[in-house]
Every structure is written in C-alpha cells, then in structure tokens.
C-alpha cells in the first residue's frame, strides 16, 4: 500500500488532477461557445442571463477547477506534505460540477419560476469549494516556515471565499426578490466588488503564488524572491482588501473617503502587479536553464496581458474612465492573464503528470523518455499564438466603446480563441496519452498513464 492508500501512483500524482483539468476545459469551451454563438455578451446584455451563465462557466467552472486542480497536485510540493486524503478533491469536482450546472440553469431560467436554482447551485458550489479549500489549509497552514508561494494560496482562498459567499448574497436577491430590500446595501457597489474579490484576490493571488513555484522549478531559477516578492504579497492583498471593503461599505461610511479609499487601493494593485511583472523579468533572466520550453515563451503572452491590464487600469483610473474601459479590462485579465498563463502551463503539467504516471517508476532501471518527449512544440506554438492574438484583438474591440461592428468584432476574434482552445485541447490529450513519444521507449516495458478518471479498489470507474 502507498502512502495515500488509495492513489496507485502515490504521492506525486493527485489523484483527480486529471480528471479536473479535463472538465475545466470543457467548461471554458463552453463560456467561449456562448459569446460566439451570440448567446451572451457582446450580443447580449452584461447582465443578461446567458451573459452570467457564461461569466460563471469561465470563472468557476474554468478557472475556478483549474486553479483547484493545481493546487491538489502542487501544494504538498510546496509543504512537502501529503494531503489528508484524495477523497475530498473527487467530491468538491462533483459539487463544484453540479453546483454550477444548477447555476447555469437557474441564470437561463430567471423569471420563469424556477430560478430557486441558481441559489441552490451556488450553495452546493461552495460547500465544495469549503471543502476544497480545507483540504489545501491542512498542509499549508502546518508548514513552518510557510514559502511565499504557501502565502499567496492562503491569501487567494481567503479571497476566494469571499467571493462566493457575496455571489450567494446575489443568487438570493435574484431568485428572492423579498429579500432585495434586506440585501440593496450590499448589492449597490456588491457586483464589482465581487468580481474584482474573484479576478483580483482570488484567481491573481493565487497563480502569482503558483507561477513562484512553476517558473523556477521547469526553468531552474532561484525560488527565493526576497524582500521583493514578500513586497508583492503584502501590497497586492492589502489593495484588493481596500478595493472590495470600498465597494460594500457604500451604505455605511461617507462616499468621499470610500471613493479616496478605492483609489488608494486600485493605485495599490497596480504597484503590486508591476513589481510582480519586474520579478518574473529578474526570474528568466536569472534562469539555469538555457532554452526556455514553450509553455514558459507562450506564458510571455500572460504576462504581457497582465502589463497591459495595468496600464489600461492605471490610465482609466486616472482619467475616471474605469467603468468604460471594464470590458476591455476584463478581457485582458480573464482571458489573456489568467486563462492565457493557464493554458500555457497546462502543456507542461500534462506531460509532466502523464510522464510521471507512465515513466517514474522506471527511472534507474531502464531508458525513459524526457517529459519534453511527451509534446510536439512546433504544433503547439501557432496555436499559443493565435489564442494570445485574438485576446488582444478581442480587448482591443472591446476598447473602442460605441464603434460600429464592435459586437461582431468581438465575437470574431473570440471565436479564433475558442478554435485555439480546442486544439490546443488536442495537443494536452496527445501528450496524456504519449502519443509523440518513439521507439525504445514506447512498448510492453512502459507503465499506461492513469486514466482521468481512476479505477476504485474493485476495479470499476
């Protein structure tokens, strides 16, 4: 028996990783569809029903699942602690999935009667996030001392719940309108508090934290970040706190010092995120290894987008054009920052984890492939490309309010992402199932990677 117990491939591999990672995609080919189908925004109303449905698929179902699905395999590298158990991960991607499938519902089906749905959905979606969350506390909050890269997930789930329990608040005065009267103060600057919570505190903080720890590990680079990286924490959490505490506080404090308030804290973010971006600069400068992999040149498209964000932001801030510019800002940030870092870091975790399945058990006793064995780089590259191309052309569009054809324009470029996506989908298949890996190391000696979803103790899935 393995240290788990129950996952046959130890502790190196989470068990439903995988299977998480698969479902996230699936989800954000989804949200994608939806805009491109002109269900949704840009066709259709932010506020619009198919409009949230897509927000939610992106944001939970997509980043919210992929960010979990990290994290089940990476933090007990970064305490070096196992987790409790690979039972909690399975239930939170079945009540996450299900959750949001009702929340989906219940958005297309407000005004009908049914729409009790969505508040469902959204409590069964965060009883699986407590629950996920809870698992990665166990070994972060018992490391000592704890990595900076511990620190930001702590931040991010601190963050992450939130999120969801003001998205709860929102699912009531929906699907309730008794209750709108008891909940108008919190919903009257709620919404953007809510989605810089989400965009901000929990997505940001959390993959600053992961990148601190992938960027070094694949491209040997020092994981200590210093005074710097502490000064990146402490700044980027403090101004969301601000930022959201600004946005909720509108019934309860005088608008001149909430509004001074947001201020300091959106000026706060955009310090925090432009030292982040000087860090990742000294991170590959001071780099070991030589040739850097794709998935680390196509993650310069992230981060480029999040430089640009906060350009954008800083300028919109500064010429109180904020709301006007939001569209394009969430874009840049959604799509091209944390979808665009996901995916790019997504090519090498699945080769890695396939690799890992198949081949780790026969290092020293036999020829094994290298992990960059497991993808085709050159098929992979254009599609980086092309993802990265529409975002911008996409935020670009979204930028120029009140054009003409800017809906379809939107649509357009969003609709070569979704191509991308798709491919790039086929691309992380390939490299699960070895499919670029030759001769001699393919044969009846090599181990078949798990499958994404794992066979219980009797032998049935």
Request: charged share 10%; hydrophobic share 60%; aromatic share 8%.
């Amino acid at each position: 028996m393995n240290a788990t117990g129950d996952n046959p491939t130890g502790d190196r591999l989470s068990r439903w990783t995988p299977a998480m990672f698969a479902c996230a995609l699936v989800n954000l080919g989804l949200g994608l569809a939806l805009a491109v189908l002109g269900l949704a925004w840009p066709a259709a109303p932010a506020a619009a029903p198919a409009s949230l449905a897509m927000v939610h698929l992106l944001t939970i179902g997509w980043l919210t699942l992929l960010m979990f699905a990290a994290l089940f395999q990476f933090v007990p590298v970064i305490t070096s602690r196992a987790l409790p158990s690979q039972t909690p991960p399975l239930v939170a991607l079945i009540g996450i999935e299900a959750g949001l499938a009702l929340m989906v519902a219940g958005f297309l089906s407000l005004g009908d009667g049914t729409a009790l749905l969505l508040p469902a959905g959204g409590a069964l979606v965060i009883a699986a996030l407590a629950l996920g969350a809870g698992t990665l506390l166990v070994p972060l909050l018992a490391k000592r001392p704890m990595p900076l890269s511990a620190r930001f997930v702590v931040a991010g789930l601190g963050f992450l719940l939130l999120t969801v329990l003001l998205g709860l608040c929102f699912a009531l005065a929906l699907a309730v309108p008794a209750l709108g009267p008891a909940l108008a103060p919190l919903l009257a600057g709620g919404l953007a508090a809510h989605a810089l919570a989400g965009i901000g505190g929990w997505f940001t903080l959390t993959a600053i934290g992961v990148s601190y720890e992938l960027l070094p590990m694949f491209m040997l680079a020092p994981h200590d970040r210093g005074v710097l990286g502490a000064t990146v924490l402490w700044t980027g959490t403090a101004g969301f706190l601000a930022a959201v505490f600004a946005g909720l506080a509108g019934a309860f404090w005088p608008a001149v010092m909430l509004a001074a308030l947001a201020t300091a804290g959106r000026l706060a973010i955009c310090v925090a995120l432009a030292l982040y971006l000087f860090d990742v600069g000294r991170l590959y400068r001071s780099r070991m290894r030589r040739r850097i992999e794709l998935h680390n040149r196509a993650a310069i498209g992230a981060f480029g987008s999040l430089g640009l964000a906060v350009l954008l932001g800083l300028g919109a801030i500064l010429a109180q054009r904020l709301e006007a510019l939001a569209p394009s800002l969430v874009l840049l940030l959604l799509l091209g920052w944390l979808s665009g870092l996901g995916l790019t870091q997504l090519y090498k975790i699945v080769a890695f984890l396939s690799w890992l399945s198949r081949y780790g058990t026969r290092l020293g006793r036999g020829a094994v492939p290298r992990v960059q064995d497991l993808v085709h780089e050159p098929a992979a590259t254009w599609l980086f490309a092309l993802y990265f191309g529409a975002v911008g052309l996409a935020a670009l569009a979204a930028a120029l309010t009140g054009a003409p054809g800017r809906a379809e324009a939107i649509r357009g470029a969003l609709a070569v992402a979704l191509v991308a996506v798709l491919l790039l989908g086929r691309e992380y298949l390939r490299a699960w199932r070895a499919s670029y890996v030759r001769p001699p190391y393919v044969g009846p000696a090599a181990t078949p990677a798990a499958p994404l979803i794992p066979a219980g103790k009797d032998g049935t899935r």
